[in-house]
């Protein structure tokens, strides 16, 4: 395809038309995008590295965490990765407007803080592989025992963020459930990397198998190399590819 008779801004528009990860993860909202991110096999010995029998939303102090407590059945969890003084961050989310998620507010205070690695064990070399501290927000586990949900639900993001969390299906046995409203059910299946939108339709979780359901949740730089370049590849395969 020959351009050099046409007009300067078509031409530009044509050339240098690019992947954009803002335009993928914030402007268009999709609901999710399956990455290609091998973080390798998860033994037993990384599962128990996971467990915790914290409701995880304890240490984030959250105020209506026992009002809504109806709406949460069994979930728990722990933080991997995330403030080193964790009570000043806290102090300091607190302290603005927040009715913000957690993962918004790891992104909105990254620069501002010292953050860390809890402890140092094989989970950790796994994510340090693929994405280094720098490009690092958060690391959650969390755990859902059989017959353990979610209630439908929306999270809410300082800098308007759609796609955002990137979550690894450690152990995900068949009856489990991730529902997004008016987008049916993700189709996760165990060791799928999936980048999920949070933030742009309820969502909502339940744990239908007879084993505990394991995940891994992390917020990172989307434009770190190996993750920018995954996700435009499924960006790809999703729009391009029959």
């Known amino acids: ?10 031409k530009d528009a044509i050339e240098k038309n690019a ?5 993928i993860t914030k402007k268009l909202k999709l609901p999710w995008l399956k990455l290609d991110l091998n973080f ?11 467990y915790s029998s914290d409701d995880w939303r304890t240490k984030w102090q959250f105020p209506d965490a026992e009002k809504n407590s109806y709406q949460v059945k069994n979930w728990q969890g722990k933080i991997l990765f995330g403030p080193a003084d964790f009570q000043k961050f806290l102090e300091l989310s607190r302290a603005q407007e927040h009715d913000h998620d957690e993962d918004s507010k790891c992104r909105k205070y990254r620069t501002k803080l010292e953050y860390c690695w809890y402890s140092t064990n094989s989970v950790t070399e796994k994510i340090k592989q693929l994405i280094p501290d720098d490009d690092l ?5 969390y ?13 809410y ?16 046995s068949e009856g ?9 059910n993700i189709p996760i299946k165990q060791g799928d990397v999936f980048l999920i939108n949070n933030y742009s339709l309820p969502h909502w979780v339940y744990n239908g198998s007879n084993e505990d359901r394991i995940v891994v949740d992390i917020s990172a730089n989307l434009h770190s190399p190996k993750i920018k370049q995954s996700i435009i590849k499924a960006f790809k395969k999703g729009f391009y590819e029959s």
Request: charged fraction near 20%.
């Open 157 to 172: 993001a300082i800098d308007d963020m759609g796609l955002a969390k990137i979550y690894i299906a450690v152990k995900w």
């Open 137 to 141: 927000n958060l690391v959650n586990s």
């Open 176 to 184: 489990n459930v991730f529902g997004q409203y008016g987008c049916g």
């Open 40 to 50: 390798g096999s998860w033994t037993n010995k990384d599962c128990e590295i996971l």
């Open 1 to 10: 395809m020959t351009t050099d008779k046409l007009p300067k801004l078509l």
């Open 19 to 23: 992947y954009d990860i803002e335009i």
């Open 143 to 155: 755990i859902l025992p059989p017959g353990g949900y979610v209630f439908p639900h929306r999270d």
